[in-house]
């Protein structure tokens, strides 16, 4: 059984900075590619940022130099450092991963979410 525990969220004033961490647990092979995902009241979830096991990242435009994803293979987790806030960035986050439980079985997991509120 695999799990996804975020972690990091909260209230912050505009212009302020947060991270999230999401630390994946149970029977792990392997694990591809990770991400953040948010969704805000009344929108569809959307991708802000992922990162390949190899390190290459995505991001959203409207994230782009100001959030940074990365990740640390040996602990299965995956982090997202969030700087310049806006009160756009609220919603709820979640963590999103491709993982292997081993050579033939695997799918995405997502975690519970953590919300963030950027707010004065």
């Known amino acids: 059984q695999v799990q996804l525990v975020e972690s990091g969220g909260g209230l912050v004033q505009p212009g302020g900075s947060l991270r999230l961490s999401c630390a994946a647990s149970?029977?792990?092979?392997?694990?591809?590619?990770m991400g953040w995902y948010r969704q805000a009241p009344g929108k569809q979830r959307e991708l802000v940022a992922a990162?390949?096991?190899?390190?290459?990242?995505n991001y959203a435009d409207s994230v782009k130099g100001r959030f940074t994803i990365s990740r640390d293979v040996a602990k299965n987790t995956v982090y997202l450092q969030m700087n310049s806030l806006s009160p756009e960035d609220t919603a709820v986050y979640y963590c999103n991963a491709d993982i292997r439980t081993d050579w033939h079985e695997g799918r995405v997991y997502w975690g519970q979410g953590t919300q963030v509120t950027v707010s004065s």
């Open positions: 990162i390949t096991r190899g390190g290459s990242t």
């Open positions: 149970g029977t792990i092979f392997r694990i591809n590619t």
